[in-house]
C-alpha cells in the first residue's frame, strides 16, 4: 500500500508562537500531530519533545516487549501505545527536573498505518479523521470538557502533566483511495466537518487539501495554530490512473489534472 | 457520591478561575446528603449567592453563586453532572486558550462527566460499551458455533491470527476485516467477494443487529451479546 503525504503547520492570524508540531515517517507508515499547551510555558518544547520521544520510543521498543496478550488490541497498537506512555513519563520527568519548563504538556494524534490497518493514539483534543468515499469519520474523542458540552477549551487528558496518562486507542481497516486525516484544534475550532469532507472529495491531492485547510481556517480568524497531516491510501498503478481519468472526466480536479499533464 | 468540587485559581482546583480576584483556594461544593453544600475556603474577596455573602450555603435550584468576576448557576433540575458541567463552563477563564485540568486530581468531576456521556449514550439508543459484537454460523463449516467480537480488529481469512478460520485452497489470508469504534462494528472488504445482507461489500459499512455475512463459503449473522 502506497501512501501520499501532504503536511502543513501555520501559526494562525492571533498567536506569536506556533506551538504545533508534525512529524512524517511515510516509509515507516508514522504520522503524528501534537499541540503544545497554550497559556502554560514552554508549549513549544513539549509539542517537539513530544514528537520526537514518541518516534524515538517507536523505533527503541523491541517488538518483543509488546507482543503479551492482556488486551484486545493488535501488537502494533500496543507498540504506539507504549512509545505515547514513555514519551509522557520523559516530558514529565523533564518537567519536573528544569522549573523553567514547569507544567509543559501537549496534545498529540498518531496514526501508523501498517498494510491496510490503521492504529490510532491519541490524547488531547488533538483528531485524526477517516476520510471514505465522501463520509468524514472522526476516529478520536476529544479529552477534553469541550466532548461534555461545555464551549471551552479544557483538557482533562495531556502528555507531560501526569506520572501516567491514559493512551486511547482507535483501529481501522483502510482501502485504496480513503484519506487519514490529522490536525490541530485550530482546525477543527474553525472549520467545520462537512467543509474538510468537500474539500479532500473535491481537491484529492494530499498537500492541496492541507494548504487549503489551512487558508479556510485563517478566513475563519485563525485564533489558534493550526496543523493539518493528509495521508491518502495509494492503491495499485491501475487503481490510480482509473481514478485520475475519471476524475478528471467528471471535472472535479481540473487544476490537478493540468498540473500533472 | 462523595465527591468534592474546589474552586480557585490555583491548578490543583476542580475548576481553575485565573483571575487575581479569586483566591488560590477559593471555595468548595460537596455532596452532603441530598444536596450540595457550597463552601467559602476564607477567600479574600468572598463566594457569593444570589448576591450575599456566605461562608457556607445549602445549594438550592437556579442560585446564582459568584466568584470573583465569574457566576455560574446552580441546577438542581439537571443533576449534579449538569451543575458541575455549567460550573465548569461558565468559571474557567482564558477563552481561547487550552488549559489543562488535572485528570487524577479531579477524579469528582471526571465521575460526573462519564455518567453524563453514558446516559447521552444511552439515550441515543447505542449499543452500550458492555454489549459486545459476535457472528453466529448460520452456514458452513467453523470450528466453533460462534465468535466473540471481542478485540478491536478481528480478521475473517486463512490466516492464523484470523477470528473466523477459512479453510481450503485459494481463500484469502485476510478476506474481511471487523474494527470496534465507540458507535459500534464496521466490516471493511480486504480480499475477493463477501456479501452483506446480498450485496457486494466492497467499502465500508456499519454493521447492524441481523445483519448477514457471507464469505469464503460461511453464513454469519452479525448481532450483539453481553
Known sequence: ?261 | MGSVVTIGRLPDNTVIIDNPAVSGHHACASLDGEHFVLEDLESTNGTFVNDRRVTRHTLQNDDVVRVGNHTLVFDAEHGRKVDVQEAAERIVSNPGDTVFLDADKHQALLAMLKDAAADDGAAAGEPGPNLVGVLRVLKGRADQPEYRLQAHTSFIGKADTSLVRLKGWFKPDVAVVITRGDQGYTATHMRSGALVNGERLTGRRDLKEGDVLRVGGLTLEFGFTR
Open chain 1, 1 to 261: 500500500m502506497r501512501l501520499q503525504v501532504g503536511a502543513r503547520t501555520d501559526t494562525g492570524r492571533v498567536r506569536e508562537l506556533n506551538e504545533d508540531v508534525y512529524l512524517l515517517r511515510p516509509e515507516q507508515g508514522l504520522f503524528l500531530v501534537c499541540d503544545g499547551m497554550g497559556g502554560c510555558p514552554s508549549g513549544e518544547v513539549a509539542s517537539e519533545l513530544a514528537a520526537r520521544t514518541i518516534f524515538e520510543h517507536m523505533n527503541a521498543l523491541p517488538g518483543t516487549a509488546v507482543t503479551a496478550p492482556g488486551d484486545d488490541y493488535l501488537p502494533q497498537s500496543r507498540r504506539l501505545r507504549r512509545a505515547v506512555e514513555r514519551s509522557n513519563q520523559y516530558i514529565y520527568e523533564r518537567a519536573r527536573a528544569e522549573p523553567r519548563h514547569a507544567g509543559m504538556g501537549s496534545t498529540v494524534v498518531s496514526a501508523w498505518i501498517n498494510g491496510q490497518l490503521v492504529s490510532v493514539a491519541h490524547v488531547g483534543d488533538s483528531r485524526a479523521y477517516l476520510w471514505h468515499r465522501s463520509h468524514l469519520e472522526r476516529l478520536t474523542r476529544d479529552h477534553s470538557l469541550h466532548e461534555a458540552g461545555i464551549r471551552r477549551n479544557v483538557l482533562v487528558r495531556a502528555l507531560g502533566r501526569e506520572a501516567t496518562v491514559d493512551v486511547e486507542l482507535r483501529e481501522v481497516a483502510v482501502q485504496p483511495g480513503d484519506y487519514v486525516l490529522l490536525c490541530s484544534d485550530g482546525l477543527t475550532n474553525t472549520v467545520p466537518e462537512a467543509a474538510v469532507s468537500s474539500a479532500i472529495s473535491r481537491l484529492r491531492d494530499p498537500q492541496r487539501i492541507c494548504d487549503y485547510l489551512i487558508d479556510a481556517a485563517n478566513q475563519n480568524g485563525g485564533p489558534d495554530n493550526i496543523t493539518v497531516v493528509v495521508v491518502e491510501v495509494v492503491g495499485g498503478m491501475w487503481r490510480s490512473m482509473w481514478s485520475h481519468w475519471t476524475r478528471r472526466l467528471s471535472g472535479g480536479d481540473i487544476a490537478s489534472a493540468h498540473s500533472a499533464s
